[in-house]
């Protein structure tokens, strides 16, 4: 067995919400990192995955549990822990090598020892004779290959990659990681271990020796699996395939069983998060699951590969589908239902109507408000209530979200409008007049 590096046990997350109530992100979670091993970390937004990400850092502490780097308390920032932000982070007005150099200048380190170690790094992730350039006059992947020289450069044991390809185009995030796991297995890197928090499955599988799949509300590892592949590994090979197609199945089927409950059977919570899945998105990926050569039911690697769509957003518009009653997900699969054949042969009067009525069917938040307005005589509310009450359960950001979805959701299904001037969501225009008559002849 490997050495460990990381430990964390039963550890545990909670911020506070608008109203002062905390909100647990992270629970219950066990992990243990070994020499020579990258892992994976794949999950929904607002999982936790960069929170944890942090925790491993020494960034943000923990409100339980206990985080180890080999068998010492971490309580903060550790000198052999380094992190690679998806935004880059660079000094705009440092030159590569200043911007290398950095955090050895904070150790205080000498000039000549740190301009020597800055250099071997930049070499290593192939930035040579770009030294004095500034981050404005870079590539975003020449900017991308400074942060993790950056992070390099202080030859630390463990690697910390927060979706550090996804900024960039296709072709360069793919690049930039061949590169990355060719100094891997060369052993060229310093460092002893990475965990790479990830969107996109078959980028998991490429890299990692494990992949963890975190669940959300709140933030849970619910499966682990192992990645027995040989490297390097070909991303259309039957092995890797076979692969991304099981990771798929696991984590289509948390979502599954997710918007199961949200359904009929288990109604859940008012502020319960939505998947924030646009309404054309979603109809635009039911024509294409109805049509030639799905026929009703799809690979969710096909469908993602055929509508182009990462895998965090087809498995968002999945996920919204499946609570709407109008598409299943099914072991990696997403089949569309009678309803959903229905909504879609029909003219966009009848997917109006259909989406109204399974939205207040299964959507507890929506038809929450929509009872609202008809109790009000007006017809209209303001929004502030309804965040307040999303912000129970949500930090401020998602409960947004929730509301911008649930209201997007409502006007498609002319459930009810919103005033965007005014803040205010209201009844659909002939509704609300005739509530205001109605109101105006009890009074």
Do not use: C
Request: glycine share 10%.
């Amino acid at each position: 067995m490997a050495q460990e590096i990381l430990e964390l046990r039963g550890v545990g997350k909670s911020f506070r919400s608008a109203d002062g109530r905390a909100r647990t992100v992270l629970d219950g979670i066990d992990f243990t990192l070994r020499e020579g091993e990258i892992v994976a970390l794949l999950g929904a937004s607002g999982s936790g995955k960069s929170t944890l990400l942090r925790i491993m850092a020494g960034l943000i502490g923990t409100d339980g549990g206990n985080v180890t780097y080999r068998g010492q308390p971490l309580h903060g920032p550790a000198r052999s822990i380094s992190m690679v932000f998806q935004s880059f982070a660079l000094f705009p007005w440092l030159t590569v090598q200043q911007n290398v150099e950095i955090g050895l200048e904070a150790r205080g380190m000498a000039p000549d020892e740190r301009a020597a170690r800055a250099e071997t790094a930049i070499a290593l992730i192939g930035l040579t004779g770009f030294e004095g350039a500034l981050p404005r006059e870079l590539s975003g992947g020449m900017r991308q290959r400074v942060g993790i020289a950056r992070a390099l450069v202080t030859e630390p044991d463990v690697l910390l990659m927060d979706e550090a390809f996804s900024a960039l185009d296709v072709l360069t995030g793919e690049r930039l990681r061949e590169d990355i796991l060719e100094l891997w297995t060369s052993g060229k890197l310093p460092t002893k271990a990475m965990l790479v928090v990830s969107h996109n499955i078959e980028e998991a599988v490429l890299m990692a020796d494990r992949v963890l799949i975190l669940g959300t509300d709140p933030g849970r590892i619910r499966f682990q699996v192992a990645v027995q592949i040989p490297r390097p590994r070909e991303p259309d090979s039957t092995d890797v395939r076979a692969l991304v197609d099981e990771i798929y199945a696991l984590m289509a089927a948390g979502r599954g069983r997710a918007a199961r409950a949200a359904g009929v059977a288990e109604p859940p919570p008012l502020g319960r998060r939505l998947p924030a899945a646009d309404v054309a998105r979603m109809d635009g990926l039911l024509d294409f699951l109805v049509d030639e050569p799905f026929n009703g039911r799809a690979d969710l690697p096909e469908l993602a590969e055929a509508t182009e769509l990462t895998d965090g957003e087809l498995l968002t518009i999945a996920e919204a589908l499946a609570l709407l009653g109008l598409a299943q997900l099914e072991s990696g699969d997403l089949q569309i239902t009678s309803l959903g054949r229905r909504y879609v042969e029909g003219a966009h009067t009848l997917r109006q109507e259909i989406f109204g009525q399974q939205l207040l069917a299964h959507v507890p938040l929506a038809a929450h408000i929509r009872h609202s307005l008809e109790q009000e005589p007006s017809g209209q509310l303001p929004e502030g209530p309804f965040l307040r009450l999303l912000a129970e359960h949500l930090d401020e950001a998602e409960a947004e979200r929730t509301l911008e979805t649930v209201v997007a959701w409502g006007r498609h299904g002319e459930v009810f409008e919103y005033d965007y001037n005014a803040g205010t969501i209201h009844l659909p225009t002939g509704e609300e007049e005739e509530g205001a008559a109605t109101g105006a002849r009890d009074g």
